[in-house]
């Protein structure tokens, strides 16, 4: 039985290591840590369902991922800049689904470690190896783009999918109030100014309780990073490099989970079917990570009056994501500029 090793057991390293074990590989995969998802802390992050026509759930059985984790769909979202609130409310498809994240109950994380142990897949934590098929540690510190923090906590707020965009509660990022079945979460996530963030969240801890009345009983801090770089790399000698390892991180609005367990199904079926690993992943995400750099240089753009003009066109964005996150005809003309001005931006990218 031939072995594969993974290096990573986040969402990329389970997704590979799965398929992989499903199609009679010997899979070990090691973690650093001492059990999954030890870079979370039971936060509610969005699996976003509206860049593609096909649902993400689809999706995942395709990948042969079953659901054995807390996903509980949402058809609507409200944006805020803390002045203006717009109510967008699409009923014929999940617009995405709220998943936590960590090593708690019902986490995607710990479902996922689930269906690989299930599968056979041998698991090393606390360990490490020199090299390895696949590498799937996540985001390069000295890319980081983003820096999230949040908390958190039991409410007795009705479901709900908030966001603000106010860059005195989240600095040319957008902060976050996630509820649903009575958990919630509240981040705010900065795309520069770092320094600044304990009194963003603050700020938008003030503009969520003005917004709505709720509880919050059991606090617990979460938080992050998120990472990009321009120089991505697919493999460095025979490894292959999936999720945020190789790059794979929409730096519009920090979507990574379905880039994530897509490399790495795309990984698997490299090794299974012998394909061309970096053909493969070019073809599926060379033109949304343009298309993503560009939607960053214009949102940035058009930050002005207190992003008024995005709260307002907001259910526009959410409607025609798939066009604007596939690289169309306008986002090819304005990429040589976008790229320019983001270089400038982020000038260690």
Known sequence: M????????????LSAAINLAKAGYEVDIYERNKDVGRRFYGDIQGLENWSKKE???????????DINFDCDPFSKIIAT????????????????YMVKRGNVSGSLDLGLKKQALDAGVNFHFEETIPEA?????????????????GITFKTDLEDTATV??????????????????????ISTVLLDKFNRVNACFEKTKEIFSSIYEFSIENPKKCGGVGCFTLNKRFKNGRSLLVGEAAGLQDLFLG??????????????????????????IKS??????KASLVNRYLWEKTSRNNYSLVVDHFGWIIKNFGWISNYNVFQKMIYPFALRGIKNRYKWL
Not at 2 to 13: D, K, M, S, T, Y
Not at 133 to 149: H, L, Q, R, W
Not at 168 to 184: H, M, N, Q
Request: glycine share 10%; net charge negative; charged share 25%.
């Open 81 to 96: 800049n803390s002045v203006k609130i717009n109510e967008i409310n699409i009923p014929e498809k999940p617009l995405y």
């Open 133 to 149: 098929d696949i590498i799937a540690t996540g985001p390069i510190s000295e890319n980081t783009v983003g820096v999230v923090k």
């Open 255 to 280: 979507f990574g989970m379905r880039y994530a367990i897509n490399s790495g199904f795309l990984a698997s079926r490299s090794i299974i079917e012998g394909e061309d690993y970096e053909m493969m």
């Open 55 to 65: 649902d993400i759930l689809d999706e995942f059985k395709r990948m042969n991922i």
């Open 2 to 13: 031939e072995r594969v090793q993974i290096l990573g057991a986040g969402p990329a390293g």
């Open 284 to 289: 599926g995400f060379e033109d949304k990570l």
């Open 164 to 185: 603000l965009f106010n860059d005195e509660a989240a600095f040319k990022g957008y902060s976050y109030l996630l509820v649903t079945k009575g958990y919630g979460c």
